[in-house]
């Protein structure tokens, strides 16, 4: 474990913020971290910059991470996990809320490398969009609110199924809630997609089966899956095990 100063704390909305660290570990796009909070928790984080990570405020952890500040410091563990393979020519990017920050550093490394990128981001309104100027200046981006505040009204997948329709990319990544990637491996038919899963993390390293999605472990196997890998998961997009270990319904 690293430990690392905090250089910089964003406020991206009312919920999220983005936390930027020292930190000068190689990293792929689609990689994850596991960051230490002293006296609270471990929780995984996917890397939304090589240097920093964007956090909802959902419980105990990600509460405290928002309460660092500058000079602050945090554990960090990793970089783990395959990240995306970024091969093809045409994509198609398909974040729901938090899952843009998973994607982000795709798109940085896609772009970079002359690729056709279309990013397509969701979220429940559009106080909650992420990263929408970030990715604007990367590709052509779509966007929709589920309470039409911003872009589209309705889920993002709905948007997602025109550009695979009429723009027919070679390549889908996507990240967000489970139900919406379900929808999008649907969507992708033939087209290869892979797909960044967030399921509950106790071990982090295969042991507890906490984070077990069929025969897979995200935190060992993934996080991010092909289409292929997805199709072999019983449980993808329906239910997951909680904190307790328990089996709930998405
Ligand atoms: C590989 C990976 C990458 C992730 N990347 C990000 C990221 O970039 N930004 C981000 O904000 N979050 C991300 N998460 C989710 C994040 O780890 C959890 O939200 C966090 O662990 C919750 O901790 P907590 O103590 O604040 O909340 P808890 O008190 O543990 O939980 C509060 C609520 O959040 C739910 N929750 C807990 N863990 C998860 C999870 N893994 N996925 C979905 N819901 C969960 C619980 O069921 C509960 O309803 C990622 C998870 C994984 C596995
Ligand atoms: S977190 Fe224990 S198996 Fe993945």
């Given amino acids: 474990m690293q430990v690392v100063d905090i250089t910089d704390s964003i406020n991206e909305s009312d919920n999220i913020k983005t936390i930027k660290f020292k930190w000068p570990a190689e990293s792929k796009p689609g990689q994850f971290i596991m960051v230490w909070i002293p006296g609270v928790d471990e929780i995984p984080m996917s890397l939304s910059y090589s240097d920093g990570i964007t956090v909802d405020s959902v419980g105990e952890a990600t509460q405290a991470i928002h309460a660092l500040e500058k000079g602050s410091q945090i554990g960090i563990k990793g970089p783990y996990g395959n990240g995306f393979d970024l091969s093809g020519n045409d994509f198609l990017l398909i974040g729901g809320g938090t899952g843009i920050a ?30 929408v100027e ?4 990367l590709g052509e981006v779509h966007i929709a609110t589920d309470d039409g505040s911003s872009g589209h009204h309705g889920f993002i997948t709905q948007v997602a199924e025109k550009l695979i329709t009429v723009k027919k990319p070679d390549m889908i990544l996507a990240c967000g809630p489970e139900p919406m990637m379900a929808s999008a491996v649907k969507l992708a038919h033939k087209i290869p997609i892979q797909c960044s899963l967030e399921r509950h993390m106790k071990c982090g390293f295969g042991i507890c089966g906490s984070c077990q999605c069929g025969k897979f472990t995200v935190c060992k196997d993934g996080p991010v899956f092909s289409g292929e890998q997805l199709g072999q998961m019983e449980d993808f997009g329906k239910w997951k095990r909680d904190s307790s270990g328990k089996s709930v319904w998405f």
Avoid: H, W
Avoid at 134 to 137: L, P, Q, S, V
């Fill in 134 to 137: 970030r990715m604007k200046a």
């Fill in 102 to 131: 998973a994607l982000a550093m795709a798109a940085e490394n896609l772009s970079q490398a002359g690729k056709k990128i279309r990013i397509a981001i969701g979220a429940r309104t559009a106080s909650d969009l992420l990263f």
